[in-house]
């Protein structure tokens, strides 16, 4: 058993313990658990709900945008009061895990209040991806997801923007819900109906039924290496997650976190970590309706000049958005960084050119270093599997394992697969037992799928670098392993911020081509298309120079003109590149990469642009 030592990335911000142990097994596994215990976890979720509407019920516990731009707020008392009233409406009607609850919708009170009810009541809820509703022309995800989960109600806060849907894929047994502009051609009852009533004794009874085994929601994972699965996301999962997070981040002991956050509830970073870290510390929540794309940024922005977060979270993407604003900005930046404890990244490795600047511009803005700290983990860990307290030069480091999570590294090519036990890890997948049966291996560890490296392998606690999706990886024709995670990370880098996202190819080849998706608004600051292709021209032919072997050389690219399909898998409703479907759905293209002579439309590493 060897034991690391901590490192701390604060000295006066309270985290938690990062030492490990390690287990070394003589086939080259490692088994990586905390030393310390994890605290004790509430039963249910909404346990946090009452405690703190009764010790400070005027307390916002969420806020959103009102009509008239203001912020309209709903305080834990009122939380409390209305969630009751639509757990005694969802009681009413009869639903269960067999007849869940289904949102279609985004992030709103009304959302939160249908969520919460169902927990009080102990009926499955799942939110859905509003992007399968809305973006999607075949509604295939969504028809899946329909089918799979049998609801008994539907809501959608806007009736009219979801009729098609509603129309097309929802059966017309099925309720619906709407909070205004009810569809055309269907029934449906106000979202005020399931408030009108006070709720009686039957909801006590209901929710003193509720236990760690109770389905509390059902999320979807992305549906990147085929349909969306319905991850079973029990009580258990939830509240010993939090317990994880709560030791981690200690300083939510001290200070109830204060989120703006836009990041969506379908999601389990936002809809199990965001919300469950403000309900079990006592925050506030403040709906961000922006996204971090042209045209939505925007409202983060003015959303974040009168908020200031104590805590912030954001995936890459959001961060590499919000980066200009907060450059050319000095009231954004001051408002920002006023009271912010910390900076939390997820989903993906942040560019590190993005995690440089936005370090310095903490430390510039404070006088003091702000935290700029990540975790890692999945839709079927509830999700925090591992946690990084240290900053770290690396942005691909992803920290160590929280009291109460052990892993298994197992060794795959030069790295380590990551597989997990703990009270967090989901029992399956509803309804596609060999899905779940596939999921764990023979010892009963859920397969995490991705690779690993230790950042010091005779000090664990220096934290886990992400190696990428183990999926991923292939083999050129001299059987050489590309692992395709660190590449397309320095692939991304080194184009930045030319690119949006690159994919690589050339599995079973001698050489590996990368297939490019522009960023358009960069690009055109450089000129016409000659200036374009000659820049990408110059980094292509750098980034193949410094390449240490085939592995890592990339020898040709191209600009793609048609932008990922969310419809056939190639994007995911997260906005990440689903490799393997791109490569498939443009099979042509990759030929093309390949042939000889180079087609016009190629760029290769060579001599001339």
Not at 214 to 232: D, E, H, R, W, Y
Not at 264 to 277: M, R, S
Not at 293 to 316: C, D, K, S, W
Not at 403 to 412: I, N, S, T
Request: glycine letters at 8%; one cysteine or more.
């Amino acid at each position: 058993m060897n034991r690391a030592g901590t490192h701390r990335a604060a000295p006066d911000l309270p985290l938690g313990p990062s030492e490990v142990d390690a287990e070394w097994r003589a086939d080259g596994t490692v088994l990586l658990r905390s030393p310390h215990p994890l605290e004790a976890w509430p039963d249910r979720i909404t346990d946090h709900l009452g405690h703190w509407a009764r010790a400070d019920p005027a307390r916002v516990l969420l806020a959103e945008r009102a009509p008239g731009g203001g912020w309209r707020t709903l305080s834990y008392g009122e939380a409390l009061e209305q969630a009751r009233r639509v757990a005694g409406a969802l009681l009413a009607r009869g639903l269960s895990a067999e007849r869940p609850v289904v949102v279609l919708s985004g992030n709103d009170i009304e959302h939160a209040l249908l969520q919460l009810g169902a927990l009080i009541a102990g009926i499955a809820y799942a939110p859905v991806s509003p992007a399968y509703s809305l973006l999607s022309e075949d509604f295939g995800k969504l028809r899946h997801i329909i089918g799979l989960l049998t609801p008994g109600l539907v809501f959608a806060a806007d009736g009219q923007a979801f009729g098609r849907a509603l129309a097309t894929v929802v059966p017309p047994d099925t309720e619906v819900v709407v909070t205004r502009n009810p569809p055309t051609g269907r029934g449906s009852v106000p979202f005020a109906a399931l408030t009108a009533r006070a709720a009686g004794t039957e909801v006590d009874a209901a929710h003193a039924k509720v236990g760690p085994d109770t389905i509390a929601k059902f999320l979807f994972t992305s549906g990147s290496t085929g349909v969306p699965k319905a991850v079973i996301n029990t009580q258990r999962m939830w509240c010993s997650n939090q317990a994880m997070i709560r030791t981690m981040l200690a300083f939510f002991r001290e200070e109830p976190p204060v989120l703006v956050d836009w990041a969506p509830w379908h999601h389990t970073a936002a809809g199990n970590h965001d919300f469950g870290l403000v309900l079990a510390n006592g925050g506030s929540y403040y709906i961000d309706e922006g996204k971090p794309m042209p045209g939505a940024i925007e409202t983060t922005v003015r959303n974040l000049r009168e908020i200031a977060p104590t805590f912030y979270f954001n995936v890459p993407r959001g961060y590499e958005a919000l980066l200009p604003f907060l450059r050319e900005d000095a009231a954004l930046r001051k408002n920002f960084f006023s009271r912010l404890r910390m900076l939390w990244f997820a989903a993906a490795a942040v560019p590190q050119h993005v995690y440089d600047e936005l370090r310095a511009m903490g430390r510039a803005a404070r006088g003091a270093p702000v935290p700029f700290l990540t975790g890692l983990g999945s839709t079927e860990t509830a999700p925090l599997t591992l946690a990084r307290l240290t900053e770290a030069e690396d942005a691909a480091n992803m920290g160590v394992p929280p009291p109460g999570v052990e892993l298994k590294m197992v060794p795959f090519e030069g790295r380590f697969e990551m597989r997990v036990k703990g009270p967090h890890i989901t029992p399956g997948y509803w309804r596609q037992p060999a899905l779940t049966a596939q999921a764990f291996d023979e010892e009963g560890w859920y397969r995490l799928g991705d690779a690993f490296e230790f950042a010091d392998a005779a000090d664990a606690s220096k934290g886990l670098l992400f190696r990428g999706r183990v999926a991923e990886d292939f083999k050129l024709d001299s059987g050489t392993w590309v692992h395709v995670g660190p590449l397309r990370a320095a692939c991304i880098a080194q184009f930045a911020p030319l690119v949006r996202d690159v994919v690589i190819a050339g599995a079973g080849r001698d050489a590996l081509a990368a297939l490019v998706f522009p960023d358009e608004a960069a690009c055109a600051k450089l000129g016409d298309a000659a200036a374009v292709r000659a820049a990408f021209h110059e980094r292509l032919a750098a980034f193949a120079g410094a390449a240490t072997g085939s592995a890592t050389r990339i020898t040709r690219l191209v600009l793609l003109q048609a932008p990922p399909s969310l419809d056939a898998g190639e994007m995911t409703d997260k906005g990440s590149i689903n490799q393997r479907a791109v490569l498939a759905r443009r099979a042509d293209v990759v030929a093309a990469l390949y042939a000889e002579p180079p087609e016009p439309d190629i760029i290769t590493a060579g001599d001339t642009p």
